[in-house]
């Protein structure tokens, strides 16, 4: 079992810039793939950025050349820096952890941290 908490959110203008932290409460190590999804007011949840245990990234269209996702084993956290920020991009913002064993999927998420851009 891990659990997940995301922070950074808050409010900000457009065009400006936000960095979101999940932190693991064990080691990210293990996991493999970790994500950040989003899920606006009346929308579905979507993918926003995938980073595997390989450093393999993909990021959804809308936020390509924008948002940056990492990840820190030793610190078992995963960022994601959001630049050229837009009011199209507010929402809940969920952390994702996948791990794949024995054939088994297990699949871990955060509790949400809100993104609020301003026109």
């Known amino acids: 079992q891990v659990q997940l908490v995301e922070s950074g959110g808050g409010l900000v203008q457009a065009g400006g810039s936000l960095r979101l932290s999940c932190a693991a409460s064990?080691?990210?190590?293990?996991?493999?793939?970790m994500g950040w999804y989003r899920q606006a007011l009346g929308k579905q949840r979507e993918l926003v950025a995938q980073?595997?245990?390989?450093?393999?990234?993909t990021y959804a269209d809308s936020v390509q050349g924008r948002f940056t996702i990492s990840r820190d084993n030793a610190k078992n956290t995963v960022y994601l820096q959001m630049n050229s920020l837009k009011p199209e991009d507010t929402a809940i913002y969920y952390c994702?952890?996948?791990?794949?064993?024995?054939?088994?999927?297990?699949?871990?998420w955060g509790q949400g941290t809100q993104v609020t851009v301003a026109s």
């Open positions: 994702n952890g996948v791990s794949l064993n024995w054939g088994r999927t297990y699949i871990y």
């Open positions: 064990r080691s990210i190590f293990s996991l493999n793939n």
């Open positions: 980073i595997g245990s390989g450093g393999i990234t």
